[in-house]
């Protein structure tokens, strides 16, 4: 069995693989600063309660007859949408630098946690094996 597939580990790749997005989005945004008529995007936050109900209901599979592993799951890409910081300046531009700074430092933070949570989950894992 792959660790990598277990439910825990792949429900915070997924929240991580979303912070990771985000982070591109909310770049573009403050690249994009003092574009006219340029809006804010977000991605939609991700849905916990779609996430749990996959991961139960995960379908399994035995790889061996002394083995069960859990089946992969098939996620797409997340959704965006825009998220005007403030109403539009006179060129149309609607960004406000120090909102999307604010969105950087807590989704960095948010991906700190996550892969902290992680690697702290392989480890106890590769202790439980004698590893």
Same mark, same amino acid.
């Given at each position: 069995?792959?660790?990598?597939?277990? @439910?825990?580990?792949?429900?915070?790749? &997924?929240?991580?693989?979303?912070?990771? $997005?985000? /982070?591109?989005?909310?770049? $573009? =945004?403050? !690249? =994009? !600063?003092?574009?006219?008529?340029?809006? !804010?995007?977000?991605?939609?936050?991700?849905?916990?309660?779609?996430?749990?109900? +996959? $991961?139960?209901?995960? #379908?399994?599979?035995?790889?061996?007859?002394?083995?069960?592993?859990?089946?992969?799951?098939?996620?797409?890409?997340?959704?965006?949408? &825009?998220?005007?910081? $403030? &109403?539009? *300046? @006179? *060129?149309? =531009? %609607?960004?406000?630098?120090?909102? &999307?700074?604010? #969105?950087?430092?807590?989704? /960095? +933070? /948010?991906? %700190?946690? !996550?892969?902290?949570?992680? +690697?702290?989950?392989? %480890?106890?894992?590769?202790?439980?094996?004698?590893?």
């Amino acid at each position: 069995m792959d660790l990598r597939d277990l @439910p825990l580990l792949s429900m915070l790749k &997924e929240r991580m693989s979303w912070l990771n $997005q985000r /982070q591109d989005v909310l770049s $573009q =945004n403050v !690249a =994009n !600063a003092d574009t006219p008529r340029y809006v !804010a995007r977000d991605l939609k936050e991700l849905d916990f309660d779609r996430m749990v109900g +996959a $991961q139960a209901g995960t #379908k399994m599979m035995t790889t061996n007859v002394r083995h069960i592993g859990l089946s992969s799951l098939h996620r797409g890409k997340f959704e965006d949408h &825009e998220t005007p910081d $403030q &109403e539009s *300046n @006179p *060129n149309g =531009n %609607a960004v406000s630098l120090e909102v &999307e700074m604010i #969105k950087v430092a807590d989704t /960095q +933070a /948010q991906y %700190a946690a !996550a892969a902290n949570i992680y +690697a702290k989950a392989v %480890a106890m894992m590769r202790t439980a094996i004698g590893h």
